[in-house]
């Protein structure tokens, strides 16, 4: 299993960023998948999940109305839409196969996401 996180980078307070995980070596459209992030000194936690067909989407509370998960099945990925970003949105972001509020496989590099004027 690969799980490669992309598309992180240094953003001004209230600007965009558009993620994207790119998966292998599951069947991707049979899985729920989630954006999950690690600020420093902080847990890992759940930012947004969405399940296989992509007909249902959940947040946390603190990015809802802001960020917006997506997937391409057909091509075995999954996008994290971010806009508004304020500085406690800085953290390492990843992405995982989801059950039942776990995650699965083995963690990829994830992408660093920096928020700061």
């Known amino acids: 299993v690969h799980l490669v996180e992309s598309g992180g980078g240094l953003v001004q307070p209230g600007g965009s960023l558009r993620l994207s995980c790119a998966a292998s070596?599951?069947?991707?459209?049979?899985?729920?998948m989630t954006w999950y992030r690690q600020a420093p000194g902080k847990e890992r936690e759940l930012v947004a999940g969405?399940?296989?067909?992509?007909?249902?989407?959940n947040y946390a509370d603190s990015v809802k109305g802001r960020f917006a998960i997506s997937r391409d099945n057909a091509v075995n990925a999954v996008y994290l839409q971010m806009s508004s970003l304020n500085p406690d949105d800085t953290a390492v972001y990843y992405c995982n196969a989801d059950l039942l509020a776990h995650p699965i496989w083995d963690w990829g590099q994830g992408t660093q996401v920096t928020v700061s004027s």
């Open positions: 969405i399940t296989a067909t992509g007909d249902s989407t």
């Open positions: 070596g599951f069947t991707f459209n049979t899985y729920d």
